[in-house]
Every structure is written in C-alpha cells, then in structure tokens.
C-alpha cells in the first residue's frame, strides 16, 4: 500500500502522467508526487548529465537566474544584514554563490553534476563539495543560511534532507526555498501535461504548494515560516519570456500588496523559514 510522504494519508488519487510515470494527489493534504520513484541509481546517473557544459547555454542560464538570485539575496539580506556562513545546496554553476561572495559572505555549495560543479569550482574560485546531505561529519549550527534554488521538488526524501539543513543551521538560522509551484499550470493544461513536459519526469519527485510546504517545515519545527514571490525566471524563448514577466511580475505585484496572502498559482514560489 501507498502513503502520502508527508500525512501519511492512504486516500491517493492519479494526477497526472507523463509518458511512462505516474504522478499522484493525497486527498487529504494535496502532496503530488511521483510514484513509484526511480532508484537511487537511476537518479544518481540522471543527474550526472543534467546541467549543459556549452558555454552559451551556460550563459543562458545565468540570464535566466540573475533576477532571482538577486532579489533571493536581498530578501536573506533583510533578516540578516550581517554577512555569515551560507550553503547553497545544489549550486549549479555557482552563480548565487558568486553573488553572496561579492556581498562579503563566506559561501559554499554542493552539486553533485560534475559539470556545474568544475565550472564553479574552475570559472568561479568556488568552494563546491560533491557530496550530498547528509554530512554527519559537519557539526550542528555550522552555517547561518542554507539554500536550495529549485532542489527540493527533486529530493527522494525531502523531509529528512530538510532535517539535515535545520541541523546544520544555527538558532534563527535561515532557511530558503525556491520552487516550482506546477499543479495549477497542470490542471489547467491537463489534456496536454504530456506534451508539455511539465514535471520533466521522472525529475520532479514532488510537486509542493504553499500549504504542503508550510507542512512540511511545521513538521521539523522551522519557525517564522513565510512563502512569497520573490522575482521570476528569465526563459530565452520570446514567447516564454513574455509570459514569465506578465505572471511574474502579476505575481509580485500581488504578493506584495497583499503581503503574501494572495500567492498566484503557477508561479515559482520562495519559501523563508528560520530555525
Ligand atoms: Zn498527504
């Protein structure tokens, strides 16, 4: 039998397919998720290959990002203007890190891609680990923000690698989570989701909202927990970019005068909780 990751309800409906993978709905919390996930193996090999090496995709790339890291930057910025320790967990090519660097902050990532990895490392000076969470070897309360920029949607387990994080953070430590928030836009497209690629699967083992979120950091005793938009990502594609600055820039204008109780489906979403 089947459980919800996060309730452990066992009232699970189908969602979505894409090609050959199952997506389901927990009837009681709304979790989506990917079931049966792909083993570890899998996945390890998957994610080898996932970020490009070409230099212009690499710059499209940061492009893309530049926006969100910015304004990510600021936002840990306003709770906590003294630089400190940050890691950012699945770094990429390590361009959020370089921002924090320039700000004065001592920032270290992981990424276990070996490409974003030797960039950052290469291009950048970066201190990059290739190993993931959890790192029992580090002691508890070693940074003062942890980060996770379109991670979490693809963690096996997203709760313990979350226990993990809150460890590694000192009290009123700060959490950030950026995410996809996809089940508004699948809904909406249901017929085509397949087509549309949506959750890239089996990439995206979880598919979250606001509330499940909210669920899962109440669970591990985060404090302070707050989700809001916070800038959008820039596609390279005309059409795509149109969209993602009307919904983007709707979305943070919402946000923003409401003071995050009205949260546009579809958007990415940022996630701050402190320990
Ligand atoms: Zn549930």
Not at 4 to 14: D, I, K, M, T
Not at 17 to 22: H, L, P, T, V
Not at 60 to 71: A, D, G, H, I, L
Not at 235 to 261: I, M, Y
Request: with cysteine; hydrophobic share 35%.
């Amino acid at each position: 039998m089947t459980f919800c990751h996060l309730c452990r309800g066992s009232e699970l409906r189908p969602f979505v397919r894409e090609g050959e993978w199952q997506y389901l709905r927990c009837l009681n919390c709304g979790l989506i998720f990917l079931e049966p996930q792909p083993s570890k193996e899998f996945l390890r090999s998957h994610y080898q290959d996932y970020l490009p090496a070409d230099p212009q995709e690499i710059e499209n790339w940061r492009t893309m990002m530049t926006q969100v890291f910015t304004k990510s930057a600021n936002l840990i910025q306003d709770v906590i203007p003294i630089p400190g320790r940050l890691l950012d967990v699945g770094c990429g090519y390590g361009f959020f890190l370089q921002e924090m660097a320039r700000r004065n902050w001592q920032a270290d990532g992981i990424e276990i891609s070996a490409t974003g990895r030797v960039y950052a490392r290469d291009k950048l000076g970066l201190n990059v680990s290739d190993r993931p969470l959890p790192r029992p070897e580090w002691q508890d309360n070693c940074y003062d923000v942890v980060t996770l920029f379109y991670v979490i949607e693809h963690l096996q387990d997203p709760k313990s690698l979350l226990g993990e994080v809150r460890r590694l953070l000192g009290t009123g430590g700060l959490l950030l989570l950026r995410w996809p928030h996809t089940a508004p836009i699948a809904t909406m497209f249901k017929p085509w989701v397949s087509r549309m690629k949506l959750y890239q699967a089996p990439s995206h083992l979880f598919d979250f909202s606001p509330s499940t979120i909210y669920k899962i950091l109440d669970q591990l005793d985060f404090r302070e927990i707050r989700t809001t938009i916070c800038g959008w990502t820039k596609p390279n594609r005309k059409g795509e970019h149109l969209a993602a600055w009307f919904f983007g820039s709707l979305g943070e204008q919402l946000a923003r005068v409401t003071r995050d109780r009205l949260l546009l489906p579809g958007v990415s979403k940022t996630t701050l909780a402190r320990r």
